[in-house]
């Protein structure tokens, strides 16, 4: 059984550019939620995609966007990059909006430079 | 704003040790979880509490949940190095699918 899928794994990216994170649920999930977890921090609450819509926000700027696709699977947009942007980003699937059923990721571990 | 204080932060021990991990905060949550995460991995559920007071048992780990649910301890008894990693506890209020993490607790278990 698949569990969630992230990629790339790993990023270099330089400061002011733009980049595009993937994930692929565990099968049978349909709401995706994207963490971003800087070193030595605990992860924090960027979105949440369900029905292809937005369904919640942290407190990130508009530089985070994101999109569900209709198969579930979920992208995460970062434009303009900054170098306090370089963090692990984490995509977890649940079905509905169940927290007791978080599936993680293994990450994307982004490096701004 | 919710927020979830881990104490302590950084944890090294030697194996055979008892060692209990707090997550404390000022406001109530529906449920508290516990994960483990590794170098290069993502976070691993590994107990979820729900009502205030519970306790719940899971080997050598035992989760409790506060009576008034603001607080959450972890406590390992016999502590061995397959149990170092980063300990995160996580809260969630209603059904708002949104997790509040505290900060981590990096366990060290020195054979």
């Known amino acids: 059984d698949a569990g969630v899928t992230q990629s790339p794994t790993h990023l270099i990216k330089t400061r002011g550019q733009q980049v595009t994170l993937r994930c692929s649920p565990k099968?049978?999930?349909?709401?995706v939620s994207w963490y971003q977890q800087a070193l030595g921090q605990g992860p924090q609450f960027i979105f949440q995609?369900?029905?292809?819509?937005?369904?919640q926000r942290g407190n990130f700027p508009d530089r985070f966007s994101g999109h569900q696709f209709p198969n579930y699977s979920s992208e995460l947009n970062v434009n303009a990059l900054l170098l306090g942007d370089s963090a692990l980003y984490l995509c977890?699937?649940?079905?509905?909006?169940?927290?007791?059923?978080?599936?993680f990721g293994s990450g994307t571990r982004l490096t701004v430079v | 704003t919710q927020l979830l204080e881990q104490s302590p932060q950084f944890l090294s021990i030697q194996e055979g040790e008892n060692l209990t991990v707090y997550c404390n905060s000022s406001?109530?949550?529906?449920?508290l979880q516990w994960y483990r995460q590794e170098p290069g991995e993502g976070p691993v559920l590994l107990v979820t509490?729900?009502?205030?007071?519970e306790v719940k048992k899971l080997k050598r780990l035992t989760f409790q949940f506060g009576d008034a649910r603001k607080d959450s301890s972890l406590h390992i008894t016999a502590a061995q190095p397959g149990d170092t990693g980063l300990y995160l506890c996580?809260?969630?209020?209603?059904?708002?699918?949104?997790?509040?993490f505290g900060q981590g607790t990096t366990l060290q278990v020195k054979p």
């Open positions: 099968s049978g999930h349909d709401t």
């Open positions: 995609y369900y029905e292809e819509e937005e369904r």
């Open positions: 996580a809260g969630s209020s209603g059904n708002t699918g949104k997790l509040i």
């Open positions: 509490v729900v009502t205030g007071g």
């Open positions: 406001s109530v949550f529906s449920s």
């Open positions: 977890a699937s649940s079905l509905g909006d169940r927290v007791h059923g978080y599936t």
